[in-house]
């Protein structure tokens, strides 16, 4: 088994070197960052069981922090009160969309707390919403319409010696590949943790789960603050990569995308954001190389989201695993680490 | 004032559809606890029903209006049975995934078939409006009113005086218990969604020719009903009603006085705010949460 | 002996209903004392309030000298006070040994960052979290189904699941209840043999049941209740014999009491 992982990645690592084409290399990097989103989706839809549905909210507060950061701006807070910030380096700025959309996920792991079910789901996508509107309305700090461009991109390194620049394709590319590497494993160490049976304890039976101790409220903050911060680490990526952002980062349909992606991968795996990233970051390139029209292809993903819904409620990878096994399970069972067994006495 | 009064004027008849829009919802949600994403898309359909029988067939605009009506009750009947039927007992995540899946279907479908750009539809009222002292109304918006109160007086009617609304209201207070003294589940679910489906497309059928008329036009109806929804209470018709003047209110005041831009930002903070305070809503028939 | 518990002076309302009315007893420290009583006398809604998951409408609930009243049931856990619950309550979708493991939540104190950062300090508690969840399995008799799904056990095993899960959260005092319902006479034997092994651990037991038979075989006393209050307390001889109780009972549970 890891044979084949270190095979993979370095199949991942190898790609830029051979693939000429740009536009594949183009589409591989939004595909990464969709999937670093999906997986950050994961952890909260899929392992803890929390319904939000606004979960483009933190991306785009990522995306939208990290921009204004690193351009430099100006606003009125009150008629006579001027709030500055000079530009500021970009990695700097990445790291100020990461804690802001942490941030937010700490408020709404809060709220998540006394507002649950159905509401939850409301309340997560009033929040993307209202998010939205103030981007579009409030002009003077994020340009509304108009949008955020020139956004400067990514430089690394040690002033003086060298520098790594994220202005071409195969540098980001290998930039939403190591970060994805990263969030990967951040997540599968959380939910293979106490965290992590915490989290799906309270998916599975909440008040079994208190009943032997666990904190509902810890948890949930908890997983929601991981989830929102990687889903900013995303955001920024993708403003810097494609250096101009505006309201529409906020649309619902792209909160629709990732649980698209989560749901149909299989929620509660981790290697369903993966399967499901893939599957709806090559879908719309293969739909539109067949020439079919935008609105058609969605009208595909909704019937297809409906009908793995109905035939593999549990996703691709889910059924796939069960089919190679000959039996019932559901989601990653909060796996153990690597102690033998011991014998029996 | 006379802005005031004006702002008041059509914060009123803006209300009486978004009535028509929570009442719809609060009957599906409360009653099935369905997330029905759908319910905007029903709005749009109305609407697009109503540009299809007067603007292509060249159809009677009073004749439009019921036919329209009729539609979004048959297809928020198909809906039920072929989509949310099997999935009756299943948790709610589910059902949500599957209306979030139809609700792309069909805004896509639509978008389709009509093509993005904005729809007009004529209506045969005379353009100039009824002055009424310092405000003023069109007759169209006028009209608007009239038969959203008369839907709302019916909505009202049907579910306490007749027998299907008895059985509508058994089953939102228990659902086993309705069960076992004969109430067909099923059909009430059926006629649940129907009847809330029609009351969206009546919103749309009514506003359609007020507004325009394009594809998305349904998502902000969408959120704004589970506003209303939230803010009058699950359940319960007239908490619907009231909860659908109230956000009028706040948003024709708050695009007058704050800044038009978040006119549309005022059902969400509503939401939000009352989701913390008052979980319940004005005027919840059952305390539950979630 | 001292007493563990105080329960003084509750009364639990459910809408207009007072489910329990000015209840007030105590349980002893290493004791096994059952609350019995009809359907609905209230037993299920005393766990409830004492464990956090009910609000009661008045009176004082003290663990060791600590108020229970106000505190989340996950706070009350970690004090040492652990419940199972009436309907059959598992993890279904995990193993039995992924059961146990959510059971030992309280054992193990990861921080997150540790956690995430992957320090060693986590592997090696994970792998005496593993050691601890088969020596729970092992108490009970279940090892032989570590591995298998909770939703397939026979419901005997599920019940002993169940209070794995509970034991392994360490409680000092352990609410059951009605753990024996829906088992068959062998299985009810096993589990007073399995209760007294609970016992020798030191911690002090409160049990809801109705099983006369076992109820009188384990406890050191019995408290009945009858419509929100309690009628009788003593010995589990005295309560058998008590007229109160018996009116109470009526019929099949006094025949079958008496064999």
């Given at each position: 088994?890891?044979?084949?992982?270190?095979?993979?990645?370095?199949?991942?690592?190898?790609?830029?070197?051979?693939?000429?084409?740009?536009?594949?290399?183009?589409?591989?990097?939004?595909?990464?960052?969709?999937?670093i989103?999906?997986?950050?989706?994961?952890?909260?839809?899929?392992?803890?069981g929390?319904?939000?549905?606004?979960?483009?909210?933190?991306?785009?507060?990522?995306?939208?922090t990290s921009?204004?950061?690193s351009?430099?701006?100006?606003?009125?807070?009150?008629?006579?009160?001027?709030?500055?910030?000079?530009?500021?380096?970009?990695?700097?700025?990445?790291?100020?969309?990461?804690?802001?959309?942490?941030l937010?996920?700490?408020?709404?792991?809060?709220?998540?707390?006394?507002?649950?079910?159905?509401?939850?789901?409301?309340?997560t996508?009033?929040?993307?919403?209202?998010?939205r509107?103030?981007?579009l309305?409030?002009?003077?700090?994020?340009?509304?319409?108009?949008?955020?461009?020139n956004?400067?991109?990514?430089?690394?390194?040690?002033?003086?010696?060298?520098?790594i620049?994220?202005?071409?394709?195969?540098?980001?590319?290998?930039l939403?590949?190591?970060?994805?590497?990263?969030?990967?494993?951040?997540?599968?160490?959380?939910?293979?943790?106490?965290?992590?049976?915490a989290?799906?304890?309270?998916?599975?039976?909440?008040?079994?789960?208190?009943?032997?101790?666990?904190?509902?409220?810890r948890?949930?903050?908890?997983?929601?603050?991981?989830?929102?911060?990687?889903?900013?680490?995303?955001?920024?990526?993708?403003?810097?990569?494609?250096?101009?952002?505006?309201p529409?980062?906020?649309?619902?349909?792209?909160t629709?995308?990732?649980?698209?992606?989560?749901?149909?991968?299989?929620?509660?795996?981790?290697?369903?954001?993966?399967?499901g990233?893939?599957?709806?970051?090559?879908?719309?390139?293969?739909?539109?190389?067949?020439?079919?029209?935008?609105?058609?292809?969605?009208v595909?993903?909704?019937?297809?989201m409906?009908?793995?819904?109905?035939?593999?409620?549990?996703?691709?990878?889910?059924?796939?695993?069960?089919?190679?096994?000959g039996?019932?399970?559901?989601?990653?069972?909060?796996?153990?680490?690597?102690?033998?067994?011991e014998?029996?006495? | 004032?006379?802005?005031?009064?004006?702002?008041?004027?059509?914060?009123?008849?803006?209300?009486?559809?978004?009535?028509?829009?929570?009442?719809?919802?609060?009957?599906?949600f409360g009653?099935?606890?369905?997330?029905?994403?759908?319910?905007?898309?029903?709005?749009?359909?109305?609407?697009?029903?109503?540009?299809?029988?007067?603007?292509?067939?060249?159809?009677?605009?009073?004749?439009?209006?019921?036919?329209?009506v009729l539609?979004?009750?048959?297809?928020?009947?198909?809906?039920?049975?072929?989509?949310?039927?099997?999935?009756?007992?299943?948790?709610?995540?589910?059902?949500?995934?599957?209306m979030?899946?139809?609700?792309?279907?069909?805004?896509?479908?639509?978008?389709?078939?009509?093509?993005?750009?904005?729809?007009s539809?004529?209506?045969?009222?005379p353009?100039?409006?009824?002055?009424?002292?310092?405000?003023?109304v069109?007759?169209?918006?006028?009209?608007?009113?009239?038969?959203?109160?008369?839907l709302?007086?019916?909505?009202y009617?049907?579910?306490?005086?007749?027998?299907?609304?008895?059985?509508m209201r058994a089953?939102?207070?228990?659902?086993?218990?309705?069960?076992?003294?004969?109430?067909?589940?099923?059909?009430?679910h059926?006629?649940?969604?129907?009847?809330?489906?029609?009351?969206?497309?009546?919103?749309g059928?009514?506003?359609?020719?007020?507004?325009?008329?394009?594809?998305?036009m349904?998502?902000?109806?969408?959120?704004?009903?589970?506003?209303?929804?939230?803010?009058?209470?699950?359940?319960?018709?007239?908490?619907?009603?009231?909860?659908g003047?109230?956000?009028?209110?706040?948003?024709?005041?708050?695009?007058?006085?704050?800044?038009?831009?978040?006119?549309?930002?005022?059902?969400?903070?509503?939401?939000?705010?009352i989701?913390?305070?008052?979980?319940?809503?004005?005027?919840?028939?059952k305390?539950?949460?979630g | 002996?001292?007493?563990?518990?105080?329960?003084?002076?509750?009364?639990?309302?459910?809408?207009?209903?007072?489910?329990?009315?000015?209840?007030?007893?105590?349980?002893?420290?290493?004791?096994?004392?059952?609350?019995?009583?009809?359907?609905?006398a209230?037993?299920?809604?005393a766990?409830n309030?004492?464990?956090g998951?009910?609000?009661?409408?008045?009176?004082?609930?003290?663990?060791?000298?600590?108020?229970?009243?106000?505190?989340?049931?996950?706070?009350?856990?970690?004090?040492?006070?652990?419940r199972?619950?009436?309907?059959?309550s598992?993890?279904?979708?995990?193993?039995?040994?992924?059961?146990?493991?959510?059971?030992?939540?309280?054992?193990?104190?990861?921080?997150?960052?540790?956690?995430?950062?992957?320090?060693?300090?986590?592997a090696?508690?994970?792998?005496?979290l593993?050691?601890?969840?088969?020596?729970?399995?092992?108490?009970?008799?279940?090892?032989?189904?570590?591995?298998?799904?909770?939703?397939?056990?026979?419901?005997?095993?599920?019940?002993?699941l169940?209070?794995?899960?509970?034991?392994a959260?360490?409680?000092?005092?352990?609410?059951?209840?009605?753990?024996?319902?829906?088992?068959?006479?062998?299985?009810?034997?096993?589990?007073?043999?399995?209760?007294?092994?609970?016992?020798?651990?030191?911690?002090?037991v409160?049990?809801?049941?109705h099983?006369?038979?076992?109820v009188?075989?384990?406890?050191?006393r019995?408290?009945?209740?009858?419509?929100?209050?309690?009628?009788?307390?003593?010995?589990?001889?005295?309560i058998?014999?008590?007229?109160?109780?018996?009116?109470?009972?009526?019929?099949?549970?006094?025949?079958?009491?008496?064999?």
């Amino acid at each position: 088994m890891r044979l084949a992982t270190y095979a993979w990645l370095a199949f991942l690592l190898s790609v830029p070197l051979w693939m000429t084409d740009l536009y594949v290399l183009h589409v591989l990097i939004i595909t990464g960052i969709f999937m670093i989103a999906a997986m950050s989706l994961n952890l909260l839809l899929g392992y803890t069981g929390q319904l939000s549905l606004g979960h483009v909210a933190f991306f785009g507060i990522g995306a939208y922090t990290s921009s204004l950061v690193s351009l430099g701006f100006e606003v009125h807070v009150l008629p006579n009160t001027m709030v500055s910030l000079a530009a500021k380096p970009v990695w700097l700025g990445m790291l100020c969309g990461i804690v802001m959309a942490g941030l937010c996920g700490w408020v709404i792991g809060r709220i998540s707390f006394k507002v649950r079910g159905a509401y939850f789901v409301i309340v997560t996508v009033s929040f993307a919403e209202v998010i939205r509107l103030v981007a579009l309305n409030w002009v003077e700090l994020t340009q509304g319409p108009m949008a955020l461009n020139n956004i400067p991109y990514l430089r690394l390194g040690v002033p003086g010696a060298f520098e790594i620049s994220f202005l071409r394709k195969p540098a980001n590319y290998y930039l939403v590949l190591v970060v994805g590497i990263v969030c990967y494993v951040l997540i599968r160490r959380l939910v293979q943790s106490r965290a992590g049976r915490a989290m799906i304890a309270l998916r599975e039976n909440e008040p079994l789960a208190t009943s032997v101790g666990v904190d509902v409220t810890r948890f949930l903050v908890l997983a929601t603050v991981v989830s929102a911060a990687m889903a900013g680490a995303a955001g920024a990526i993708y403003a810097h990569y494609v250096r101009i952002v505006d309201p529409d980062v906020f649309l619902f349909i792209y909160t629709v995308t990732m649980v698209i992606m989560v749901v149909t991968g299989g929620k509660g795996t981790l290697a369903g954001p993966i399967v499901g990233g893939v599957m709806f970051g090559l879908l719309p390139e293969i739909l539109r190389a067949a020439q079919i029209k935008p609105e058609v292809q969605w009208v595909i993903y909704g019937v297809l989201m409906i009908l793995v819904v109905y035939f593999l409620p549990q996703g691709i990878v889910p059924a796939v695993r069960n089919w190679w096994n000959g039996r019932q399970t559901a989601s990653d069972p909060p796996a153990r680490g690597r102690a033998a067994a011991e014998p029996a006495t | 004032m006379d802005q005031l009064l004006q702002h008041a004027l059509n914060a009123l008849i803006l209300g009486g559809t978004y009535a028509l829009l929570g009442i719809g919802l609060t009957l599906i949600f409360g009653i099935m606890r369905v997330v029905n994403f759908t319910h905007g898309e029903l709005y749009a359909f109305g609407a697009y029903m109503m540009y299809m029988w007067v603007m292509v067939l060249g159809a009677n605009f009073y004749l439009a209006l019921p036919l329209a009506v009729l539609l979004g009750v048959v297809l928020g009947g198909i809906i039920e049975i072929v989509l949310l039927r099997r999935l009756r007992g299943a948790d709610i995540d589910t059902t949500m995934l599957v209306m979030i899946g139809a609700w792309i279907a069909m805004q896509n479908s639509e978008q389709f078939v009509w093509s993005g750009v904005a729809k007009s539809i004529d209506t045969p009222f005379p353009s100039s409006p009824l002055v009424l002292g310092a405000v003023s109304v069109s007759w169209n918006r006028l009209f608007v009113f009239v038969v959203a109160l008369a839907l709302i007086a019916g909505s009202y009617a049907m579910i306490n005086r007749t027998k299907l609304g008895k059985a509508m209201r058994a089953t939102f207070q228990d659902r086993e218990t309705a069960a076992l003294m004969g109430v067909k589940i099923d059909t009430i679910h059926t006629a649940t969604f129907a009847i809330g489906s029609g009351l969206a497309a009546a919103a749309g059928a009514l506003l359609g020719p007020v507004f325009v008329v394009y594809p998305t036009m349904g998502d902000l109806a969408s959120l704004k009903a589970f506003a209303i929804v939230i803010l009058g209470g699950l359940g319960s018709i007239p908490g619907a009603t009231i909860g659908g003047f109230i956000l009028a209110f706040m948003e024709e005041l708050g695009a007058g006085y704050v800044s038009s831009g978040y006119r549309d930002a005022m059902g969400f903070l509503l939401i939000i705010a009352i989701l913390l305070i008052k979980p319940t809503g004005l005027f919840a028939q059952k305390e539950r949460i979630g | 002996m001292t007493a563990v518990l105080t329960v003084t002076d509750l009364s639990i309302r459910f809408g207009g209903l007072l489910a329990v009315e000015a209840m007030s007893f105590e349980v002893r420290d290493g004791e096994v004392l059952s609350l019995i009583g009809p359907n609905g006398a209230g037993k299920t809604s005393a766990f409830n309030a004492i464990t956090g998951y009910v609000e009661p409408a008045g009176g004082r609930i003290a663990y060791l000298g600590t108020s229970l009243i106000g505190r989340t049931p996950n706070a009350i856990a970690e004090l040492g006070v652990v419940r199972t619950f009436q309907k059959t309550s598992v993890f279904t979708g995990l193993t039995v040994f992924d059961n146990v493991m959510i059971g030992l939540h309280l054992r193990s104190r990861q921080k997150p960052i540790a956690i995430l950062l992957g320090l060693p300090s986590v592997a090696r508690e994970e792998r005496e979290l593993e050691h601890a969840a088969r020596q729970t399995l092992q108490v009970l008799g279940l090892e032989a189904r570590a591995e298998q799904a909770a939703s397939a056990l026979p419901y005997g095993e599920l019940r002993l699941l169940e209070v794995a899960v509970a034991l392994a959260a360490k409680p000092k005092l352990l609410l059951l209840d009605e753990p024996v319902s829906g088992m068959n006479p062998a299985e009810t034997a096993s589990f007073m043999k399995m209760l007294a092994r609970i016992r020798g651990l030191g911690i002090t037991v409160l049990l809801v049941e109705h099983d006369m038979k076992m109820v009188m075989g384990v406890s050191d006393r019995v408290i009945c209740l009858n419509q929100g209050r309690i009628i009788a307390s003593g010995a589990p001889a005295e309560i058998q014999r008590n007229p109160e109780v018996i009116k109470a009972y009526l019929g099949e549970r006094y025949v079958r009491a008496h064999g």
